[in-house]
């Protein structure tokens, strides 16, 4: 070949290496970026799906919580009786400790209404005399009653002659307010 064809021969191969650099960073380059781009956005995608489950799964829990806590209040508000149920209660006050054998004080018996609430908190304090197997029944018996009555505060006080104790005990018997009625 003479000098002059390789000349051209080798700017032929120059061109042919100029245009395959020129597609390359036309066509493959951007592509390349393209892809690191899309693959960059599904990495990122993929941590915020995980991130909205989480949520959404946090969100059910919360909503599991809260169906229940209804349910467990309107249960609540069923099992709740009026102010006649109180009747009832102040009796079963009065059975309790004398069928314990316990020697009961003077009672006081305080209504409040909750605020918010169709409810009326009965403050009950009630100093009992007796044994400790006696006044553990005792207050046993309250929290198991079929009354809604909740066991607030217990004081207790050991006296000097026949192992006897004085327990101080401040309870809550919950009635339906007649205004919510």
Do not use: C
Request: charged share 25%; glycine share 6%; aromatic share 8%.
């Amino acid at each position: 070949m003479s000098p002059q064809g390789r000349r051209w021969a080798w700017i032929g191969v120059g061109a042919l290496a100029a245009l395959n650099a020129l597609v390359f960073f036309a066509y493959t380059v951007p592509k390349r970026l393209e892809e690191r781009s899309l693959a960059a956005r599904i990495a990122s995608l993929r941590t915020e799906v995980a991130r909205e489950r989480a949520t959404v799964a946090r969100l059910r829990r919360q909503n599991e919580a809260v169906q229940a806590n209804a349910s467990d209040t309107t249960r609540f508000y069923e099992s709740l009786g009026s102010r006649n149920v109180l009747l009832a209660v102040i009796e079963e006050l009065q059975r309790t400790p004398r069928e314990l054998g316990l020697k009961v004080g003077h009672r006081s018996y305080d209504p409040n209404a909750v605020k918010g609430l169709p409810l009326t908190r009965y403050s009950i304090q009630m100093p009992v005399i007796g044994n400790y197997r006696q006044l553990t029944a005792f207050l046993e018996r309250m929290e198991r009653s079929s009354h809604f009555i909740t066991v607030d505060e217990v004081s207790l006080r050991k006296r000097a002659a026949g192992g006897e104790a004085d327990l101080d005990v401040t309870m809550s018997a919950y009635v339906r307010s007649e205004r919510a009625r």
